[in-house]
């Protein structure tokens, strides 16, 4: 992963892939957990992005 967006668009991918029919019980569950991790991923990128520009404009503590 190189990016938040790239994170929230595989994300996307997985959550619509768990909801398809024919999607067994467990792989959707799988695909989820996957989803929601994630999304989890590209919120730690937003903030680290975050956090670098501010040390680069030098704010950080």
Do not use: F, W
């Amino acid at each position: 992963m190189r990016s938040a967006e790239e994170c929230r668009k595989l994300a996307t991918d997985y959550r619509s892939e768990a909801a398809e029919i024919g999607v067994s019980p467990r792989k959707a569950n799988v695909l989820q957990n996957i989803a929601n991790s994630l999304s989890g991923l590209a919120s730690q990128y937003e903030m680290l992005t975050a956090i670098a520009d501010e040390e680069r404009r030098g704010l950080a503590q």
